[in-house]
């Protein structure tokens, strides 16, 4: 569009969307086709660029991933963070440029690869430590590499494959396919273990939605292929982050019928200002059916179909579905067992110290440092550095793209078109009627 409106008018053209690294820009400028490049997302995501682009380190420098936080963060009035930059407006207490320690070389164990483990190894090497990562699956990326697989979230995966190289640069000894657990650590005979093994969904939260008994499935078992999808689905999101969103576009992209629930006044409401909306035009066009209010109170089997029952929270009618598959979406409850194995043996007990040893407090940031092991070991337990990853388009998307005409169509291939409703809606039968009746 830039070359475009270049051609007809007389003065500079800029063209200021999207453009990720130097590379891009610089194609863009050599080909004649625009007079600059704005970049904007792309100095919040890594400030150095230009510096580095001078020391010839066009490699080292980590990519806008496209994922709205900072933007999004704007539109609520709070401060511009980025998804994967954890020192960006965090610049007087977290630098971005981490120097070496002038003090005694540390052996560090990191548990876990997800971001958090990844951001705790790389900020130790760049210390100048001696950096140890277990994994316990083939790849870093942990909750990144899951929330990557669903449409619209694949640029995500850039925050990994930067790391990896960071990593990799830094002289990090990366083990894969390890569970690193307390004897594994201690062999290492570490000075400072670092635990980062993130969670579990927490579908089990209550007894009565059957997760003991395998009768709900999680927003992570789909997203991994680990279950098939269903034919006709009800999602269940407490959180109304991304998590659901993603699996409610992954089941419609792959053909399931689908109803996403919440309790909340709306599905996907904690999704930021620029990014919901290309969740819901995707949704609505799927036809998946979005219905708040309603809290999720038991789920059990009927014949070969599961029965989800729901209440509605301020007029407490109930109501069931009758579907295939129930996904519950609840957030990720800490695995807190190996904290509590090391936390005994540890000199600090579990409470947060400053380690003049380590990178000092601001580089090891948002980490809870938890524990001081007998063998001058310490564990920290880094909190979620990275919320809501997420990959979203521009949000004049919105203004840009031709509304529908005439609405939707109801047909025998689309049985959900047009509904509002859910499909697989039936009244609750009173489980006391005597009660009904009054
Ligand atoms: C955190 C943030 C704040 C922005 N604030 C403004 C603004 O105040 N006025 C404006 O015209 N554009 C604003 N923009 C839009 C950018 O100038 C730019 O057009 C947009 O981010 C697309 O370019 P990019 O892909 O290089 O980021 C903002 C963008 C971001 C990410
Ligand atoms: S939050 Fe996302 S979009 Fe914003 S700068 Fe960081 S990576 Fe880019």
């Given at each position: 569009m830039a070359a475009g409106i270049r051609s007809v008018v007389n003065v500079p053209v800029m063209h200021a969307q999207n453009i990720k690294d130097p590379v891009q820009a610089a194609r863009a400028l050599e080909s004649g086709l625009i007079d600059f490049v704005g970049m904007t997302r792309a100095h919040i995501a890594d400030p150095h660029l230009i510096t580095k682009v001078k020391l010839g380190q066009t490699d080292q420098i980590r990519q806008c991933v496209g994922a709205n936080y900072c933007i999004d963060r704007q539109y609520q009035g709070i401060d511009v963070l980025c998804i994967q930059n954890a020192a960006t407006s965090r610049e007087g207490k977290v630098p971005h440029i981490i120097s070496k320690t002038d003090g005694p070389i540390r052996k560090v164990v990191v548990v876990g690869g997800g971001p958090g483990g990844m951001e705790a190894a790389r900020v130790c090497a760049e210390r100048g430590h001696n950096v140890t990562l277990f994994e316990k699956n083939a790849t870093l990326g942990g909750q990144i590499s899951l929330a990557a697989k669903a449409p619209q979230r694949e640029q995500i995966a850039g925050i990994t494959r930067w790391f990896e190289l960071e990593l990799r640069r830094l002289g990090v000894n990366l083990v894969f396919d390890v569970t690193a657990d307390e004897s594994v650590i201690m062999a290492e005979n570490p000075d400072v273990v670092v635990l980062a093994v993130g969670g579990k969904p927490f579908i089990n939260q209550q007894p009565e939605w059957g997760g003991d008994d395998g009768l709900i499935t999680s927003t992570w078992d789909i997203l991994s292929g680990a279950v098939e999808p269903g034919k006709n689905v009800v999602i269940y999101d407490?959180?109304?982050?991304f998590a659901g969103m993603s699996v409610a576009d992954y089941l419609a992209a792959k053909g399931s019928l689908v109803e996403i629930v919440t309790d909340d006044i709306k599905p996907g409401v904690a999704v930021g200002g620029t990014s919901f909306p290309t969740y819901y035009r995707s949704l609505y066009e799927r036809d998946v059916v979005m219905t708040p209010d309603?809290?999720?109170e038991s789920v059990y089997r009927e014949g070969d179909k599961l029965i989800a029952r729901f209440e509605n929270e301020y007029t407490g009618v109930r109501e069931e579905r009758v579907v295939d598959q129930v996904i519950v979406e609840n957030g990720v409850r800490p695995d807190e067992s190996l904290y509590y194995a090391l936390k005994e043996g540890s000199r600090n007990h579990g409470r947060w110290i400053l380690m003049p040893c380590l990178p000092s407090s601001h580089s090891l940031h948002?980490?809870?440092v938890a524990a001081t092991c007998s063998t001058a070991s310490v564990i920290a337990a880094p909190s979620a550095i990275f919320t809501q990853p997420s990959t979203t388009r521009c949000v004049c998307l919105k203004i840009c793209k031709p509304r529908r005409g005439s609405g939707y169509v109801d047909s025998p291939d689309r049985p959900n078109a047009g509904r509002r409703r859910s499909p697989f809606y039936r009244r609750c039968v009173p489980a006391y009627p005597y009660l009904a009746a009054g």
């Open positions: 407490t959180i109304c982050e309603l809290v999720l948002s980490m809870k």
